[in-house]
């Protein structure tokens, strides 16, 4: 778990450039994204130890608004710039290294009992939304209140309702993370 978690800060940090182990640890005690990501770290921590979920699960929606089923598996380096209502429905794949922003949710589709697989670096931006047990790619890029039904090739941007693919190749695997 501490792994994860120090890759989480890391990149819920970065953006701040903190110089020091003061203004690191001033950083997590203060920043919504910092106590989201131990949060619901800790929540998914009891859950493969078959602890109950309960406290951290509460919390997370009390403060925060965000719901994460205990069986989704979510790869280190999660960034949450704006941890407010977003939804992580069971059986959610997320890959390392992915930046969700606000009111992202990752939800069932009627008949399938498991949620979306997303890779590595996807970016999903503000109030993205994926139905069902859709692929989306590597360093792919959803844009603003779009709404997943298909699979999103890796390194594609796709945008709209329900969201299609504006530009197969966003050049964001060319970028370091
Ligand atoms: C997806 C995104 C990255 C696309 O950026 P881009 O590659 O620069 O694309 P453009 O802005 O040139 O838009 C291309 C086309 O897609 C449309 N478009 C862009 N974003 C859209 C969206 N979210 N929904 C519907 N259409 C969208 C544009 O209107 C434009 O259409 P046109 O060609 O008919 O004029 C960007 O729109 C986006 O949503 N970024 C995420 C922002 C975000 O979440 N920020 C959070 C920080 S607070």
């Known amino acids: 778990m501490f792994e994860t978690l120090k890759a989480d800060l890391r990149r819920n940090l970065q953006d701040y450039r903190p110089t020091g182990l003061f203004r690191t640890v001033a950083l997590c005690l203060t920043l919504n994204s910092a106590h989201a990501v131990i949060l619901l770290r800790f929540q998914l921590w009891c859950a493969r130890h078959r602890l109950p979920t309960f406290v951290p699960a509460k919390i997370l929606f009390w403060f925060f608004k965000i719901e994460v089923s205990k069986h989704a598996a979510i790869g280190p380096g999660l960034r949450l710039p704006h941890p407010m209502g977003i939804i992580i429905a069971p059986g959610t794949v997320?890959?390392?290294?992915?930046?969700?922003?606000?009111?992202?949710?990752?939800?069932?589709?009627?008949?399938?009992?498991?949620?979306?697989?997303?890779?590595?670096?996807?970016?999903?931006?503000?109030?993205?939304?994926?139905?069902?047990?859709?692929?989306?790619?590597?360093?792919?890029?959803?844009?603003?209140?779009?709404?997943?039904?298909?699979?999103?090739?890796?390194?594609?941007?796709?945008?709209?309702?329900?969201?299609?693919?504006?530009?197969?190749?966003?050049?964001?695997?060319?970028?370091?993370?």
């Open 94 to 177: 997320i890959g390392r290294n992915c930046d969700l922003y606000a009111d992202v949710r990752m939800v069932l589709s009627h008949g399938n009992p498991k949620g979306p697989v997303v890779g590595d670096h996807v970016f999903l931006g503000d109030g993205a939304k994926i139905v069902g047990r859709v692929a989306v790619g590597d360093h792919a890029v959803i844009g603003v209140s779009s709404v997943v039904t298909k699979d999103v090739p890796a390194c594609a941007t796709a945008v709209g309702v329900p969201a299609k693919v504006i530009n197969p190749q966003n050049g964001r695997n060319l970028e370091s993370d």
